[in-house]
């Protein structure tokens, strides 16, 4: 990319490198100048991706004065105060100040571009008028900003997560024409969508079925299935015979090890390798409860760092020939974008949370291509 223009970035409420990862897919020269991150186990995985990159600290206790310069800030900022899970308390919740020092130091610094990310439900909290204030506030600024809706299986991977893109540049500059952004990604998964096996069960104990995209990736919330959905999967060989079938011999059909998901590339994490981590958590002739689960009757952690097996001890949902479990770590770093072994290092407990919170890597790679010419 002789005579490209190098793109010096700064990243807010940064989380696992989300979108400095986008940035890299999308072929732009871009250098990383700083990034504000607090949560230590992101920290820790950011830091092993992009050594030597400064840590800020805090966004509240940032001196913007101190900033080096760059052309792009980029930014998830907090979402819980806009979404439903944490109550739609917007503003009166501090998580949503946390916007006011984005604008901060947008004011103060003038990048030439900014990207900023949040959950669906910032549109219509407090009847719109939250949305229309953070308009304002970045248009004040001297910011043209654009807008939309971004679903991560429109871009590439099988994953139902609707968030909101703002991208704004300074005015008196040419206006590039980021959105709408259209046939991106495979068409199958534009017209896919979760589907739920079970009915009126909390989010934490839903089972969905692997022929259509996998729900939201989530970072909090509690039961079984709560951070990544339960899926029911065909069950499949065992690691024994399995290692013997792959001694130069090809599946049979019904011997093929099946995936955990269906999409662009139809990757997934085997079940058999589910199995030895022990996320396979209920086999052929298990009936399992997917209500609140029963200190009494659950099974307990099958070793060290793994998921928690299901509750076996009531009659509300029979396996035939099918296994139901969560989705692996590895898994969800696909279903975000990210290359495989990019979180490990860290507990899958927290391996989760911040897979949850992170960016989907494809979409911020399509709003770059447009947005840095």
């Known amino acids: ?5 190098m793109t010096k970035v700064f990243s807010m409420f940064t989380g696992i490198g989300g979108f400095e990862m986008g940035l890299l897919m999308s072929k732009k020269e871009v250098q990383f100048v700083g990034y504000s991150e607090i949560d230590k186990y992101a920290i820790e995985v950011f830091e092993k991706q992009f050594k030597g990159t400064k840590n800020y600290g805090n966004a509240t206790d940032i001196d913007e004065t101190k900033l080096p310069n760059f052309d792009l800030l980029v930014g998830g900022f907090p979402c819980q105060a806009f979404s439903v899970a944490g109550k739609l308390r917007g503003f009166d919740d501090t998580r949503g100040t946390l916007f006011f020092d984005v604008a901060r130091i947008l004011k103060h610094k003038k990048p030439k571009h900014f990207i900023l990310e949040n959950v669906r439900g910032l549109l219509s909290h407090d009847s719109g008028r939250t949305f229309q204030t953070i308009l304002k506030v970045l248009t004040d600024i001297g910011y043209m900003v654009q807008w939309e809706v971004c679903n991560s299986k429109n871009y590439g991977v099988p994953q139902n997560r609707e968030r909101v893109y703002i991208v704004g540049h300074l005015r008196g500059r040419s206006r590039p024409e980021v959105f709408p952004i259209t046939k991106v990604g495979s068409e199958d998964n534009k017209s896919n969508k979760p589907k739920e096996l079970t009915k009126n069960m909390s989010m934490g104990y839903r089972v969905y079925d692997t022929s259509g995209v996998s729900a939201t990736l989530r970072a909090l919330g509690g039961g079984v299935g709560a951070k990544t959905g339960l899926y029911k999967v065909q069950a499949c060989l065992t690691p024994d015979r399995l290692k013997k079938r792959q001694n130069g011999r090809r599946f049979k059909d019904n011997e093929e090890p099946m995936f955990t998901l269906t999409g662009q590339d139809k990757h997934g994490v085997m079940i058999t390798e589910a199995t030895q981590k ?14 609140v689960p029963n200190s009494k009757t659950r099974r307990g952690r099958v070793g060290k760092k793994v998921a928690q097996t299901l509750d076996t001890g009531m009659h509300q949902y029979t396996l035939k020939s099918s296994q139901i479990r969560r989705l692996t770590p590895t898994e969800c770093e696909r279903l975000q974008g990210f290359p495989d072994g990019w979180t490990e290092g860290i507990s899958d407990t927290q391996r989760y949370k911040c897979l949850g919170n992170a960016v989907t890597t494809n979409v911020v790679c399509e709003i770059a291509k447009r947005l840095l010419k």
């Not at 990319?1 to 223009?5: D, K, Q, S």
């Not at 022990?278 to 209500?291: C, K, M």
């Open 1 to 5: 990319m002789t005579g490209a223009t």
């Open 278 to 291: 022990g996320y396979a958590v209920a086999n052929e002739g298990d009936s399992i409860n997917l209500s």
